[in-house]
T-cell receptor
Framework: EPEVTQTPSHQVTQMGQEVILRCVPI?????FYWYRQILGQKVEFLVS????????KSEIFDDQFSVERPDGSNFTLKIRSTKLEDSAMYFC????????????FGPGTRLTVT | AQKITQTQPGMFVQEKEAVTLDCTYD???????LFWYKQPSSGEMIFLIY??????QNATEGRYSLNFQKARKSANLVISASQLGDSAMYFC???????FGPGTSLSVIP
């Protein structure tokens, strides 16, 4: 069964460093999402992406965040200058569109900023 | 603003008993859908079940079913014959909006 994959599973970085979180959505899917979940808290939407552009973003998704689909398979989330409060689990999800409603989630990347 | 409400931050259920987890969607839309996802302690998000507002029957997937009340815009998740592996966080999410409910932590007691 096709699945969304994310790498790395765990990333540790120092405050102020740039990180790139990688996701490979399901190959024929059209819509892509990033969420984050701070430990013990609710899942928060960051951004959605369709047709090679951002379709929606939350207040959390400020100038230090960016997304890219560089090669038609990967979908990346970049955090330019990490802060301690960026420590969280980051989930990528994809959706097939065309009447298919379910979002398929990746296993997540746990980001720890020290 | 549209909002998902899950009123039960934590629930306990005896193994083999049934449990109902609440979800209500505050929306003015007449056409909508609601997903339920399970997040075990390992962290992954697992799709469980979906209900569309125009579905004539309540959705059912194995031990999971939805008690859909259209007038209240609620789709409560019913887990029958609870198992220890059902202990997890459960989130409700509308299909067309990227807003998660706050979640319900379910603990199944042996």
């Amino acid at each position: 069964e096709p699945e969304v994959t994310q790498t790395p599973s765990h990333q540790v970085t120092q405050m102020g460093q740039e990180v790139i979180l990688r996701c490979v959505p399901i190959s024929n899917h059209l819509y892509f999402y990033w969420y984050r979940q701070i430990l013990g808290q609710k899942v928060e939407f960051l951004v959605s992406f369709y047709n090679n552009e951002i379709s929606e973003k939350s207040e959390i998704f400020d100038d230090q965040f960016s997304v890219e689909r560089p090669d038609g398979s990967n979908f990346t989330l970049k955090i330019r200058s990490t802060k301690l409060e960026d420590s969280a689990m980051y989930f990528c999800a994809s959706n097939g569109g065309q009447g298919s409603y379910e979002q398929y989630f990746g296993p997540g990347t746990r980001l720890t900023v020290t | 603003a549209q909002k998902i409400t899950q009123t039960q931050p934590g629930m306990f259920v005896q193994e083999k008993e049934a449990v109902t987890l609440d979800c209500t969607y505050d929306t003015s839309d007449q056409s909508y859908g609601l997903f339920w996802y399970k997040q075990p302690s390992s962290g992954e998000m697992i799709f469980l079940i979906y209900q569309g507002s125009y579905d004539e029957q309540n959705a059912t997937e194995g031990r999971y079913s939805l008690n859909f009340q259209k007038a209240r815009k609620s789709a409560n998740l019913v887990i029958s014959a609870s198992q220890l592996g059902d202990s997890a966080m459960y989130f409700c999410l509308p299909y067309d909006k990227v807003i998660f409910g706050p979640g319900t932590s379910l603990s199944v007691i042996p």
